[in-house]
């Protein structure tokens, strides 16, 4: 049922879906008159959330709840950061590059504009310029906002070059130390009460290299490839391939 859904949709029918992320759990914050910091975390895996909420829940007074949603296919960075940004649409223009309602989302400023379409009291920035900002600068990023977007990249950063591939799991610790330490910052120094933790993606992991008898090549799809990565390939909707998993994007990408 879940391949039939995926070849139709796009998706699996009845399971909460990521692109949804912001109106399900952002928006009814916002609408108490409540202040919502959004972390993510590039290719923090379910298994690594897991940890960081037993962690959070040992360390913190608050309320640690760990829930899941299924990701938007390819399982990439570019479409799962658009996904999480509030939209009605998605789509893919002729670069590949990913449109929340008509805009471009690759980078900060792009998806900070995209939050502010919806709210226009929100800020987006990254994790690393958080950690070295004095406090009251800090207090001025979150001044007047109501929504704030922080993108972290330990894990990804690590786990996406061949040199450092093998070192994720290293990754995966520090990112937990981080993103614990993180929202120490948010409650202790910004006020923060309602912190919501999510990712883009996860990321697969092999112990052992991949014989060559595990490896397809591109030529066993007939049809135009538009963009092919380790894991997937964007193809026309007319191409085929025999040992692939068929994935429709029209429902999902206009």
């Given at each position: 049922?879940?391949?039939?859904?995926?070849?139709?949709?796009?998706?699996?029918?009845?399971?909460?879906?990521?692109r949804?992320?912001?109106?399900?759990?952002?928006?009814?914050?916002?609408?108490?008159?409540?202040?919502?910091?959004?972390?993510?975390?590039?290719?923090?895996?379910?298994?690594?959330?897991?940890?960081?909420?037993?962690?959070?829940?040992?360390?913190?007074?608050?309320?640690?709840?760990?829930?899941?949603?299924?990701?938007?296919?390819?399982?990439?960075?570019?479409?799962?950061?658009?996904?999480?940004?509030?939209?009605?649409?998605?789509?893919?223009?002729?670069?590949?590059d990913?449109?929340?309602d008509?805009?471009?989302?690759?980078?900060?400023?792009?998806?900070?504009?995209?939050?502010?379409?919806?709210?226009?009291?929100?800020?987006?920035?990254?994790?690393?310029?958080?950690?070295?900002?004095?406090?009251?600068?800090?207090?001025?990023?979150?001044?007047?906002?109501?929504?704030?977007?922080?993108?972290?990249?330990?894990?990804?950063?690590?786990?996406?070059?061949?040199?450092?591939?093998?070192?994720?799991?290293?990754?995966?610790?520090?990112?937990?130390?981080?993103?614990?330490?993180?929202?120490?910052?948010?409650?202790?120094?910004?006020?923060?009460?309602?912190?919501?933790?999510?990712?883009?993606?996860?990321?697969?992991?092999?112990?052992?290299?991949?014989?060559?008898?595990?490896?397809?090549?591109?030529?066993?799809?007939?049809?135009?490839?538009?963009?092919?990565?380790?894991r997937y390939?964007?193809?026309?909707?007319?191409?085929?391939?025999?040992?692939?998993?068929?994935?429709?994007?029209?429902?999902?990408?206009?």
């Amino acid at each position: 049922a879940a391949e039939a859904d995926w070849a139709t949709l796009g998706y699996i029918a009845g399971i909460e879906r990521q692109r949804d992320f912001y109106q399900q759990y952002v928006a009814p914050l916002v609408k108490k008159n409540s202040r919502v910091f959004v972390i993510i975390s590039d290719a923090l895996r379910y298994e690594a959330a897991a940890e960081l909420r037993r962690y959070l829940s040992r360390n913190t007074n608050g309320e640690v709840k760990l829930e899941a949603m299924q990701g938007t296919f390819p399982t990439i960075t570019k479409f799962g950061m658009a996904a999480l940004l509030p939209q009605n649409t998605l789509e893919i223009n002729d670069q590949l590059d990913i449109l929340a309602d008509g805009m471009t989302t690759r980078s900060l400023t792009e998806r900070e504009k995209v939050l502010c379409a919806t709210n226009p009291h929100s800020a987006a920035t990254m994790y690393n310029d958080l950690l070295t900002m004095k406090s009251a600068k800090r207090r001025e990023l979150i001044s007047g906002k109501e929504v704030i977007y922080i993108y972290h990249n330990t894990i990804d950063a690590m786990g996406d070059k061949a040199a450092t591939e093998p070192k994720v799991f290293e990754g995966c610790r520090d990112a937990i130390k981080e993103l614990a330490a993180l929202v120490r910052i948010i409650t202790n120094d910004m006020n923060g009460t309602n912190i919501l933790l999510t990712a883009d993606h996860g990321f697969l992991y092999t112990r052992s290299p991949l014989a060559e008898g595990d490896k397809v090549e591109r030529r066993i799809l007939s049809g135009e490839i538009y963009e092919s990565g380790r894991r997937y390939l964007l193809t026309a909707p007319e191409a085929t391939a025999d040992f692939l998993l068929p994935v429709n994007l029209t429902k999902e990408f206009g």
